[in-house]
């Protein structure tokens, strides 16, 4: 899918999970009490990689592909957000968030387009979306501006501290240690160690991790995250029998959980 299509492509493990040629058991599964998104969108492209992307992210994710449809289920479900394309068949995406907001649907909704002036971003903000996102984006940011949107909307207060079996991270001291014994990282290796324990138990890629650290401005086959992950293994692996950080073959890197 080219980015002109409304998303910039995850290259290596999204791609293989959209296509639907990973093995089941690396098909992530969202449990019962995740929360729950409905995406309106209807190019086919755009709305498959984003669903997938928020269902191996932990999300109940329901998508319907035109307005009238994704209307009728945002009304009868109590979502914790929704995204929602601007341009779609029978209603357009303004109606529907005024629709919703007239109707007391008060979970938060951001608006996707490939508008791009100010005027567009005011005319979607007042029509009562909570943001604005244009056509193309990269699906961390989308996902980024998701949770922050339910965090806000939920009044849920972000960690200061991030544990993963033994080993600890502090946001604000910037601390790491693993069973007690103190671990001195850089800052891109402090980021990237964030980074896989925000996401422990499920798979990031090598396009992900580039986003996350060096801002897109890198070339996707650039060793630069083998070296970086090299250099944070060695550091939080190497002395300790339980292995935390794993190769996933052809894949990404995955920082075992307690439960994996």
């Given at each position: 899918m080219p980015a002109e299509a409304g998303v910039l492509i995850e290259k290596d493990w999204f791609r293989s999970f959209h296509l639907g040629t990973l093995p089941k058991t690396q098909i992530p599964s969202y449990h019962?009490?995740?929360?729950?998104?409905?995406?309106i969108e209807d190019d086919r492209k755009i709305a498959s990689f984003v669903v997938n992307g928020l269902r191996q992210n932990g999300f109940a994710v329901d998508h319907c592909?035109?307005?009238?449809?994704?209307?009728a289920m945002a009304l009868s479900v109590d979502y914790d957000a929704?995204?929602?394309?601007?341009?779609?068949?029978?209603?357009?995406?303004l109606t529907i968030v005024q629709t919703l907001r007239r109707e007391r649907r008060e979970f938060p909704v951001l608006?996707?387009?490939?508008?791009?002036?100010?005027?567009?971003?005011?005319?979607?903000?007042?029509?009562?979306?909570?943001?604005?996102?244009?056509?193309?984006?990269?699906?961390?940011?989308?996902?980024?501006?998701?949770?922050?949107l339910?965090?806000?909307?939920?009044?849920?207060t972000e960690p200061t501290r991030l544990s993963v079996t033994d080993l600890t991270l502090d946001l604000i001291t910037?601390?790491?240690?693993?069973?007690?014994?103190?671990?001195?990282?850089q800052p891109r290796e402090f980021s990237l160690l964030e980074f896989l324990m925000r996401h422990a138990g499920?798979?990031?890629?090598?396009?992900?991790?580039?986003?996350?650290?060096?801002?897109?401005?890198?070339?996707?086959?650039t060793n630069v995250v083998d070296v970086l992950i090299h250099r944070v293994r060695t550091k939080v692996d190497k002395d300790f029998p339980v292995k935390l950080i794993r190769t996933m073959r052809g894949v990404g890197y995955m920082l075992k959980s307690g439960s994996s």
């Open positions: 019962p009490n995740a929360m729950r998104v409905i995406v592909d035109d307005g009238e449809s994704g209307l929704a995204i929602v394309d601007i341009m779609l068949p029978k209603i357009d995406g608006l996707l387009s490939a508008k791009t002036t100010v005027d567009d971003r005011v005319r979607g903000l007042q029509a009562g979306g909570d943001d604005y996102l244009v056509k193309p984006f990269a699906f961390s940011e989308l996902l980024a501006r998701t949770q922050a339910i965090r806000r909307a939920t009044k849920a910037r601390q790491v240690s693993r069973a007690g014994t103190s671990i001195e990282l499920r798979v990031v890629t090598k396009t992900m991790i580039l986003e996350h650290i060096w801002d897109y401005g890198f070339d996707p086959q």
